[in-house]
């Protein structure tokens, strides 16, 4: 069994993908203040940066250009492929 620490990035990413399915604009504050803290493992920005991008609304992308300052390689590309899908086709 893996230790809670472990345990717990794995449930709050599990947490965030069904945020975002739920495309809930509310949540988007949270998910800034996920990037904003720093003290995630890197799959929770991953998923954070492609809730974000199906949460979409101008909130949300103002979120994702900020986090454009991560430095994971594959949080950066759900960024931009969020980022890309937001400016290709907006949600009001």
């Known amino acids: 069994a893996l230790p809670i620490c472990g345990r717990r990035w794995r449930l709050k990413a599990a947490l965030i993908v069904a945020l975002g399915r739920l495309r809930d ?3 988007v504050t949270l998910l800034r203040r996920i990037f ?3 003290h995630d493992f890197h799959a929770v920005y991953s998923v954070a940066a492609q809730a974000l991008g199906r949460i979409g609304g101008s909130e949300a992308l103002a979120v994702l250009h900020l986090a454009q300052a991560e430095q994971e390689h594959n949080t950066v590309l759900r960024v931009r492929a969020a980022i890309e899908r937001l400016e290709r086709n907006p949600v009001p």
Request: no cysteine; hydrophobic share 15%.
């Open 36 to 38: 904003a803290d720093g």
């Open 25 to 27: 604009r509310e949540t």
